[in-house]
């Protein structure tokens, strides 16, 4: 068990630019979720795949925002014309059957 | 809908001292009850869960226990350490298993002092 992995760990870009980011579920994982997290706030939900298959996206889910999980491993979260509103730390977890979700560590956005 | 709220922080204590962080929530059915804790720059960790009424999650000293009738999940240390400055979150998601969102409180800031 080698946890969830998400990269990068930080990325600063300029307003109206886009940008992708990854996540590598623990492996067998077939669940995986993303979440939002702004200053001092909890974790918000964004979108939920089982396996390969997207079953749930949030209304905080714009049509600016666009993720994926082809093979039902690893995820990606894209942001287009990135905003002002989008800095926060981009969470990613996973779980398998009858387990809690384990998170990693996040990726911070900074739009300048 | 579900909804979690927390005791808001941020709380400062001296080291040994007890620890209570309160949590309540509103949801339909029978969820499960988390506890997660976030140190700086990393993501949420399981502290603990309680997944049915009167269940009693524990881990590292902390404890909460599933109070259907009151609707809380109240975490509590009875001697907190420096190491457990973080920021602690309540959580709320389906019954035990489901592949539900969380529904997290907004966080409680702890600081412990030497």
């Known amino acids: 068990d080698t946890g969830v992995s998400q990269d990068p760990r930080h990325k600063i870009t300029k307003r109206g630019q886009n940008v992708t980011f990854r996540c590598d579920p623990i492996s067998e994982h077939n669940r995986l979720y993303w979440y939002r997290q702004t200053l001092g706030q ?15 996206k949030s209304r905080l889910l714009s049509d600016r925002f666009s993720a994926e999980r082809p093979k039902g491993s690893f995820s990606t979260l894209e942001i ?18 009858d387990q809690p979700q384990h998170f990693g560590d996040g990726t911070r956005l900074s739009i300048l | ?89 309540c959580a709320l998601g389906p019954h035990s298993g489901s592949a539900r969102q969380l529904t997290f409180g907004s966080g409680t800031q702890l600081t412990v002092l030497p």
């Open chain 1, 42 to 56: 909890g974790p918000e939900f964004l979108t939920y795949f089982q396996n390969e298959a997207q079953l749930e």
């Open chain 1, 80 to 97: 287009q014309r990135t905003e002002q509103g989008d800095s926060a730390m981009y969470l990613c977890a996973s779980q398998a059957s």
């Open chain 2, 1 to 89: 809908g579900n909804s979690v709220t927390q005791m808001e922080g941020p709380v400062t204590l001296s080291e040994e001292a007890f620890l209570t962080i309160n949590c309540t929530y509103t949801a339909t059915g029978y969820p499960s009850l988390f506890w997660y804790v976030q140190y700086p720059g990393e993501g949420l960790q399981l502290l603990l869960k309680a997944t049915k009424a009167d269940d009693k999650g524990s881990n590292k000293g902390f404890e909460a226990t599933y109070r259907k009738e009151t609707t809380s999940f109240h975490l509590e240390k009875g001697s907190v350490q420096v190491s457990d400055s973080a920021v602690y979150f």
